[in-house]
Structures are given as structure tokens and as C-alpha cells.
């Protein structure tokens, strides 16, 4: 017999997350074997919470009130659409909340956040080797076949 899946709950980030959201950031980083001066953490908030909406966004999951999971999304123009695109930057759940369904709940809710605003293409891109996550993606979304460069530091 299985254990029940949690109720998962996915909301828009608040200013009392602070603290929640930006231990999730920096495991997600650390995954992605990366890191930013603590300017850009109070930077990156502050804009999740503003209304600029060429900024972006941020959907918190929780499980029992608790943060267990985060994603940020944009819209932005596209040169070969008339509407906008939805860019899925980051997506992170906390390790012990994986294979629950809160990445999922997190991505649906981006979808959803897409759809509302008229901008039905969502994408995002992750590594090669995140495996785990990879195996919710093919279900959930089409790989494409793009290579993405990027200019040198």
C-alpha cells in the first residue's frame, strides 16, 4: 500500500518568503554549480515582488504551509510569434519533496499562468544530466532539438 501524495498548494511569492525562497534558490544554484553576490539575491526578490511585467515572476508550492518548491517564469516578445513567449527559468523542489508531484503542480501552474495571459508557448531548458527532473519534463512538454550557445566570460 502506498502513502497517500501530499496536498500541494501553489501560490504567488510573498514578502515573508524571504528566507524560504532564498535557501531553495541557492540549492537550486548549487545544483547548477553556480552562485550570485548576495546583491543579486536582494535585486531578484525585490523584482519578483514588484509589478513590472517585463520582470519576473515567482510561484511558491507549498506542502502542509510549508515552501517545498519554486519557479520563475517571463513573458517576453518573440520575433517569430504575434504573442508573447513564457520563459521557465528556474524550477527547484527540495529533495526530500521529489516524485510527489510539486514540480509538476509548479509547471502546470506556469502553464496556467501562460494560458491567462494569452501566451501559449512555454519553454525552458535544463542540463543534461538532470536526470530525475528530465523524466517529469518528457512527460509533461516536447524536447526540442536546440543547442544553446552563449557569448564567453
Known sequence: MSAAKPTIKVRPLRADDNTDWAEMWHDYLVFYESSVANE???STFARLLGDDPQDFSCLIAEIDGRPVGLTHYLFHRHAWRVENVCYLQDLFTRPETRGTGVGRALIEAVYAAADAKG????YWLTQEYNTTARLLYDRIADVTPFIKYQRPS
Do not use: D, L, R, S
Open 40 to 42: 543579486v539575491y536582494e
Open 119 to 122: 501566451t501559449p508557448n512555454v
